[in-house]
């Protein structure tokens, strides 16, 4: 089965690693996101795409090696949400917010349940270690609220009513918790 296939190359690549705020395996992420993607009824190549979105950002793997392990459709779909990292950190997010304006649903869909992902946990871990959090980032407080915001201020473009996924009210809902209580 692809999604086991993916799941388990992401797990491999991830291997060691850990996330940001937290000792917690990294690879928790990409399956948290994968699970809200398939809950959601997102197609096999979305999931695919969601166990795969950081291992060419944060592994030495390649959109070539994704290409060649599970296709060009899912290779297409973890491109269009890897950042270049030799682009500065406001280049690479203007990029994203560029993309979720204008990029096909599926792409919209993915960096979405990533984003929402990254925030709960964001919202957790500042409850617990308060604004120390924010050292832990290329941006702070400020910049991350911009980014957010503007995700939010564009993520419905191009979309009917009846192609919103439930979590991105989530991820709207989120965004206003964590950027107007959470102040440093």
């Known amino acids: ?60 793997v390649t959109i070539d090696d994704i290409h060649h392990e599970f296709g060009k459709e899912i290779a297409q779909l973890v491109a269009a949400h890897t950042e270049d990292k030799s682009k500065t950190w406001k280049e690479r997010k203007q990029h994203t917010i560029y993309c979720i304006q204008h990029a096909p649903k599926e792409v919209k869909y993915l960096i979405i349940a990533d984003k929402l992902d990254n925030l709960i946990e964001l919202e957790k871990e500042y409850k617990l270690l308060g604004e120390t959090i924010w050292a832990n980032f290329n941006a702070g407080y400020e910049q991350q609220k911009w980014y957010n915001q503007s995700i939010v201020k564009y993520m419905y473009s191009g979309l009917d009513k009846s192609e919103i996924p439930s979590y991105f009210y989530d991820y709207e809902q989120v965004v206003s918790r964590v950027f107007s209580s959470v102040q440093p």
């Open 1 to 60: 089965m692809l999604k086991e296939k993916a799941k388990s190359f992401a797990t491999k690549a991830h291997q060691g690693q850990t996330r940001k705020n937290s000792d917690e395996a990294y690879i928790t992420h990409p399956i948290r996101v994968a699970q809200r993607l398939e809950q959601e009824g997102g197609s096999d190549s979305l999931v695919c795409a969601a166990y795969l979105h950081d291992v060419v950002e944060d592994t030495p």
